[in-house]
DNA sequence: TTCATTACAGAACAAATTGTTCACTTTCAT
DNA sequence: ATGAAAGTGAACAATTTGTTCTGTAATGAA
């Protein structure tokens, strides 16, 4: 990829990011991005055919990342390890979060961090969907295996949301002890 | 109020849900709002600042009755009643939004779902923080007062999520057998 | 270094949308 | 019946969107 490219899609995901940590993802305008980036308008919509469009390509770079380490943990230690903390995959995303790589922070205690949690829980699910099928401690729950999965998902996003919204006034290894406190016991 | 009024703002109430079962909130627009209510354009303004503030309108309307209702369940029985399923609050939640007063099941299954489910989420906290106040029987586990309650209303609200986007083949006690399964053992 | 390719700038453009205003008509309550 | 309140419909300036164009500058390969 050109080096202008890559200059130009990260000035317009950093304007970006910057003006959803000011306002509402609906209120946000193209003519902002391309002000607060500083690229041509035209330049603008050769990257991304829409506002939409840049929204879901930012999700992508940001949530393609952490899924993929999350992923590789998952396959050597199982979707909670067996035993002590600290290789749990929900641990291990917390902090991967925490890094604040990209300033996904920033997204997920914005006003619109809604959106980014859907789509992060999506991926999510996906993720412990595949461990559960190996897995199969549940069965003997009388739970639809989907609804747990959404469960657990979507218990992990609210945390997240909680997290971020309260100055994230915790440590990952705290916040992986409460995840563990309301999911271990119905497994 | 005006019967004249009362017309209007359910005309425009009802193409507002109409047009969200169809499209993304973000994408309707006043115009189309006011061609399915069949109302003038000024019509609209002078009864919303803007689309937003329809939005808002519609929430308070709708959750405003859900949440009293329950508020009163609540008080006579508690959040969850002592022993037998049928008089828990959360079941007689989930029994209200199955019928449907005012078309809500298509809000909560629209593709803009997340808007109102967030509204309901804020509302429910509220309500279960006050009943948490009265119980005290968590106090004996580590786990902050806020991150409990913020875990229970998350995970209503995703069920909530997963019974509509899954055109809701359980029943509202099915969801709420399955709902005290997850947080009961918790408590 | 040269040079063809590619990306960007910047302006202009039509179309759509927003929120306001105003003169007019209809409906309501008494 | 009549004044008051509510709705109509058109017109309006101001934004916003997405496209198209010409000219300029950076890039990477030979």
Redesign the interface.
């Given at each position: 990829m050109d080096r202008r490219q890559q200059k130009t899609r990260k000035s317009i995901f950093n304007a970006f990011i910057l003006l959803l940590s000011q306002k509402n993802y609906?209120k946000i305008t193209v003519q902002e991005i391309i002000d607060e980036a500083n690229v041509g308008r035209s330049t603008f919509y050769e990257h991304f055919e829409t506002k939409d469009d840049l929204l879901k390509a930012l999700c992508e770079e940001l949530f393609g990342h952490i899924l993929s380490s999350a992923m590789d943990c998952t396959h050597t230690h199982g979707l909670y390890s067996n035993g002590s903390a600290p290789e749990s995959v929900f641990c291990h995303l917390l902090q991967h979060l925490q890094e604040n790589d990209n300033n996904i922070l920033a997204l997920l205690s914005c006003e619109s961090s809604?959106?980014f949690l859907?789509y992060f829980k999506d991926s999510l699910s996906q993720l412990i969907k595949t461990q559960f099928i190996t897995q199969n401690s549940h069965i003997n729950?009388n739970?639809?295996e989907?609804?747990?999965i959404?469960?657990i998902s979507?218990?992990f996003v609210?945390?997240v949301?909680?997290w971020t919204k309260?100055q994230m006034k915790h440590t990952p290894e705290e916040l992986d002890c409460?995840f563990r406190?309301?999911t271990e016991?119905?497994l």
């Open positions: 609906n809604d959106i859907r729950k739970l639809p989907d609804f747990l959404n469960h979507g218990s609210e945390m949301l909680w309260g409460y406190a309301v016991p119905i």
